[in-house]
């Protein structure tokens, strides 16, 4: 493996009137944020170093030659990372990682990608989507609409290119990104123009020790730093944020969405018509004229809504762009109609909760593709939904017991299934005319499968076999 080495420098950071000092950058994890945070480092003039203990994939492996960035891969050199000003950690690695301790016991700054890419956004504003559920559609039609209006916008984070890798390449007059508990969890600075909340439900506990209370408040990070010139996009239907809402002092804007009330400012569905109402502007549109169906996507649509509003983008629009935007790859994703039988993919459904809105939106008798890596869950929350719409489970997994253990009174049929062909033929033959077999695993895909992409396309292919 080549190595390259380069003189290091200071660079002199300020934000808020504080200076940052950084010299020697490492970037644990040589995955897209860790590259991007490479990328943009290097055009900076740190002296930058990447570790990754897995083996580095070859299109990132490409990039770090070109761009001359020293790199090692399938190990840590504990030793040199330790000696570090400052470390970018990848939003995969968690905090009970040994290297990440020690790098804590040393005091060394450990930051994320977003923090990172914040120093250099220059005068650009941010939208930032988090909630555990509805992120990627939410941030995917609020970029639409920015699109549909012509703004100077790119959609970054979860979805696409790093927030880093865009400012190094291609910088914008706005980004709008996708943001997870974990990118959240190493910021200091990070502050978003636009925050939007979707919902917090119970997810990912495994990284914040089992306690809720920690997940809760790493969401609520997003909102920590804006002030009085900031907006805070949130729904008040959700009692896990306005109960953790009270116990905060907040300095930002607040626009809350709801079904269930009228709100002065923020949006609201009454009557079947969304009212969104930004100072004295007023958005008005019946919900079906939506293009997203379901009362999660209801949720979802007020909230690129009224971030579309505080940008200043028109009105006709905002409604154009909500009425023709067409839903994501693997998140309630029609495949097709096959002997009568409609195929949905919602494979990037990697916990209950998102297994429960895609359950909620069905309106046909449904088979159920279940399974995978569990993290936790509690089948409880959707044994209502299933009972009243799923006509049998196919659990695609390696370890069923707990699906099969939990289901075995409430469905009549449940068959196991070790790949996506395999499910899809079983769920084929026990479908009707008038049925939907649905793809919403509940639970992360790494048994089976490379990532929740991976399980859509051999599920989708599998279908097009039938």
Same mark, same amino acid.
């Given at each position: 493996?080549?190595?390259?080495?380069?003189?290091?420098?200071?660079?002199?950071?300020?934000?808020?009137?504080?200076?940052? %000092?950084?010299?020697? $950058?490492?970037?644990?994890?040589?995955? =897209?944020?860790?590259?991007?945070?490479?990328?943009?480092?290097?055009?900076?003039?740190?002296?930058?170093?990447?570790?990754?203990?897995?083996?580095?994939?070859? &299109?990132?492996?490409?990039?770090?030659?070109?761009?001359?960035?020293?790199?090692?891969?399938?190990?840590?050199?504990?030793?040199?990372?330790?000696?570090?000003?400052?470390?970018?950690?990848?939003?995969?690695?968690?905090?009970?990682?040994?290297?990440?301790?020690?790098?804590?016991?040393?005091?060394?700054?450990?930051?994320?990608? &977003?923090?990172?890419?914040?120093?250099?956004?220059?005068?650009?504003?941010?939208?930032?989507?988090?909630?555990?559920?509805?992120?990627?559609?939410? @941030? *995917?039609?609020?970029?639409?609409?920015?699109?549909?209006?012509?703004?100077?916008?790119? #959609?970054?984070?979860?979805?696409? !290119?790093?927030?880093?890798?865009?400012?190094?390449?291609?910088?914008?007059?706005?980004?709008?990104?996708?943001?997870?508990?974990?990118?959240?969890?190493?910021?200091? !600075?990070?502050?978003?123009?636009?925050?939007?909340?979707?919902?917090?439900?119970?997810?990912?506990?495994?990284? !914040?020790?089992?306690?809720?209370?920690?997940?809760?408040?790493?969401?609520?990070?997003?909102?920590?730093?804006? @002030? *009085?010139?900031?907006?805070?996009?949130?729904? +008040?239907?959700?009692?896990?944020?306005?109960?953790?809402?009270?116990?905060?002092?907040?300095?930002?804007?607040?626009?809350?969405?709801?079904?269930?009330?009228?709100?002065?400012?923020?949006?609201?569905?009454?009557?079947?018509?969304?009212?969104?109402?930004?100072?004295?502007?007023?958005?008005? #549109?019946?919900?079906?004229?939506?293009?997203?169906?379901?009362?999660?996507?209801?949720?979802? @649509?007020?909230?690129?809504?009224?971030? *579309?509003?505080?940008?200043?983008?028109?009105? =006709?629009?905002?409604?154009?762009?909500?009425?023709?935007?067409?839903?994501?790859?693997?998140?309630?994703?029609?495949?097709?109609?096959?002997?009568?039988?409609?195929?949905?993919?919602?494979?990037?459904?990697?916990?209950?909760?998102?297994?429960?809105?895609?359950?909620?939106?069905?309106?046909?008798? @449904?088979?159920?593709?279940?399974?995978?890596?569990?993290?936790?869950?509690?089948?409880?929350? &959707?044994?209502?939904?299933?009972?009243?719409?799923?006509?049998?489970? +196919?659990? #695609?997994?390696?370890?069923?017991?707990?699906?099969?253990?939990?289901?075995?009174?409430? %469905?009549?049929?449940? %068959?196991?299934?070790?790949?996506?062909?395999?499910?899809?033929?079983?769920?084929?033959?026990?479908?009707?005319?008038?049925?939907?077999?649905?793809?919403?695993?509940?639970?992360?895909?790494?048994? $089976?499968?490379?990532?929740?992409?991976?399980?859509?396309?051999?599920?989708?292919?599998?279908?097009?076999?039938?």
């Amino acid at each position: 493996m080549d190595h390259y080495y380069f003189t290091s420098c200071c660079i002199n950071i300020n934000i808020k009137d504080k200076i940052i %000092v950084a010299k020697k $950058l490492v970037i644990l994890g040589a995955g =897209e944020s860790g590259i991007g945070t490479a990328l943009l480092a290097k055009q900076k003039g740190y002296d930058v170093f990447v570790s990754d203990a897995s083996v580095i994939k070859a &299109i990132y492996l490409k990039e770090l030659e070109q761009n001359e960035i020293e790199f090692e891969s399938g190990s840590h050199s504990v030793e040199r990372i330790l000696q570090a000003d400052e470390v970018m950690k990848s939003p995969g690695i968690p905090e009970k990682n040994e290297l990440v301790k020690a790098i804590r016991a040393k005091g060394i700054p450990i930051i994320s990608e &977003i923090e990172f890419g914040y120093r250099y956004k220059g005068e650009s504003k941010i939208a930032a989507i988090t909630g555990s559920n509805g992120k990627s559609t939410t @941030t *995917a039609l609020l970029y639409h609409i920015c699109k549909i209006a012509e703004e100077d916008v790119a #959609m970054v984070g979860n979805i696409g !290119y790093s927030f880093a890798r865009q400012i190094a390449i291609d910088p914008k007059a706005l980004y709008v990104i996708e943001i997870s508990s974990f990118q959240l969890d190493d910021i200091q !600075y990070f502050k978003p123009d636009i925050a939007i909340l979707l919902n917090i439900t119970e997810d990912h506990l495994d990284r !914040y020790n089992y306690q809720f209370e920690n997940y809760i408040k790493s969401k609520f990070r997003v909102i920590e730093n804006q @002030t *009085a010139l900031d907006y805070f996009i949130y729904c +008040i239907d959700d009692e896990v944020i306005v109960k953790h809402l009270e116990l905060l002092t907040t300095n930002t804007n607040p626009l809350p969405f709801s079904m269930k009330q009228e709100v002065k400012k923020g949006a609201y569905i009454k009557n079947d018509q969304m009212m969104i109402k930004i100072q004295e502007e007023r958005v008005t #549109m019946s919900i079906y004229d939506f293009a997203l169906k379901g009362k999660h996507n209801a949720y979802n @649509t007020m909230a690129a809504s009224i971030a *579309a509003s505080t940008l200043g983008i028109r009105k =006709e629009k905002i409604r154009e762009a909500v009425s023709n935007f067409h839903s994501l790859e693997h998140r309630m994703e029609f495949v097709a109609t096959v002997r009568g039988v409609d195929f949905i993919n919602d494979s990037k459904a990697t916990n209950v909760n998102s297994t429960w809105y895609a359950l909620e939106s069905m309106q046909k008798p @449904t088979v159920l593709i279940l399974g995978g890596v569990d993290k936790g869950n509690d089948y409880e929350l &959707i044994a209502d939904l299933v009972k009243e719409k799923v006509k049998a489970i +196919i659990c #695609m997994g390696t370890d069923n017991k707990k699906i099969i253990e939990f289901f075995k009174d409430k %469905v009549a049929n449940i %068959v196991e299934a070790p790949s996506a062909k395999s499910a899809v033929d079983a769920s084929f033959e026990l479908a009707e005319k008038g049925d939907v077999v649905l793809l919403s695993p509940a639970c992360a895909s790494f048994d $089976l499968f490379k990532n929740y992409e991976d399980r859509g396309c051999q599920f989708k292919e599998s279908v097009k076999e039938l």
